[in-house]
């Protein structure tokens, strides 16, 4: 697992050369007189803030101007984000969930990991794992109802998605639906995918 905190502070040029290992997990290194391929397959996670000052959506602390946000954001290119599956939001947790953890109701590991593991058997049992499916696998085990093809399309051209991204939003939406015991890919698991597309979409609410 390679983990970036802070990602728009990386060089840009470090970030866009992690997108041919993403890829295809490998990495290839050109000396003058040589090349060498090695083996690169590593689980991406990132950390970021919102905005420079990590305060974006609560208009009371943060004082960065829409451009400065921007500039932020267009650090991290369409190409490179295309090839990360999910992005999240995570919310600051407030007050009384912090002083109080024992109210909540919360899911054990063991019970996670039960599920995840019932959730790779069923990818298992169809030959690959969803991440390693190819694009003719995905269109046999990633149909869609018409009317979801439809949404999904719009989605697609809203937020400027390319063909790759919707290939990954697929992959993400076939593991909700093994997640939830499903044969089928459902509504709700396709939008639940492309709910993790965030920050496309912040991207493109502050384009103009
Ligand atoms: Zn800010």
Same mark, same amino acid.
């Given at each position: 697992?390679?983990?970036?905190?802070?990602?728009p502070?990386?060089?840009?040029?470090?970030?866009?050369?992690?997108?041919?290992?993403?890829?295809?997990?490998?990495?290839?290194?050109?000396?003058?007189?040589?090349?060498?391929e090695?083996?690169?397959?590593?689980?991406?996670?990132?950390?970021?803030?919102?905005c420079p000052?990590?305060?974006?959506?609560?208009?009371?602390?943060?004082?960065?101007t829409?451009?400065?946000?921007?500039?932020?954001?267009?650090?991290?290119?369409?190409?490179?984000?295309?090839?990360?599956d999910?992005?999240?939001?995570?919310?600051?947790?407030?007050?009384?969930?912090?002083?109080?953890?024992?109210?909540?109701?919360e899911?054990?590991?063991?019970?996670? /990991?039960?599920?995840? =593991?019932?959730?790779?058997?069923?990818?298992?049992? !169809?030959?690959? %794992?969803?991440?390693? &499916? +190819?694009?003719?696998?995905?269109?046999?085990h990633?149909?869609l109802?018409?009317?979801?093809?439809?949404?999904?399309?719009?989605?697609?051209?809203?937020?400027?998605?390319?063909?790759?991204?919707c290939?990954?939003i697929?992959?993400?939406? /076939?593991?909700?639906? =093994?997640?939830?015991?499903s044969?089928?890919?459902? !509504?709700?698991h %396709?939008?639940?995918? &492309? +709910?993790?597309?965030?920050?496309?979409?912040?991207?493109?609410?502050?384009?103009?």
């Open positions: 697992m390679l983990f970036l905190d802070e990602l502070e990386f060089d840009r040029h470090v970030l866009e050369v992690l997108r041919e290992p993403l890829e295809s997990g490998r990495v290839t290194i050109s000396r003058a007189a040589s090349q060498a090695f083996p690169a397959r590593f689980q991406l996670v990132a950390a970021m803030n919102p000052c990590g305060y974006y959506g609560n208009p009371e602390r943060c004082r960065c829409p451009l400065e946000v921007r500039r932020y954001l267009n650090k991290l290119s369409g190409p490179f984000l295309d090839r990360i999910m992005h999240v939001e995570v919310p600051p947790v407030p007050k009384e969930q912090l002083l109080n953890p024992r109210g909540q109701q899911v054990g590991s063991a019970e996670v /990991r039960q599920k995840v =593991d019932m959730a790779r058997d069923r990818q298992q049992q !169809r030959g690959r %794992l969803n991440h390693q &499916l +190819s694009p003719q696998e995905i269109q046999q990633c149909a109802a018409d009317a979801d093809r439809q949404l999904l399309e719009t989605a697609l051209d809203k937020l400027g998605l390319s063909a790759r991204a290939h990954r697929l992959r993400v939406a /076939r593991t909700i639906a =093994d997640l939830s015991q044969d089928n890919i459902g !509504r709700s %396709l939008l639940e995918a &492309l +709910s993790y597309r965030r920050l496309e979409r912040l991207q493109q609410a502050l384009a103009f």
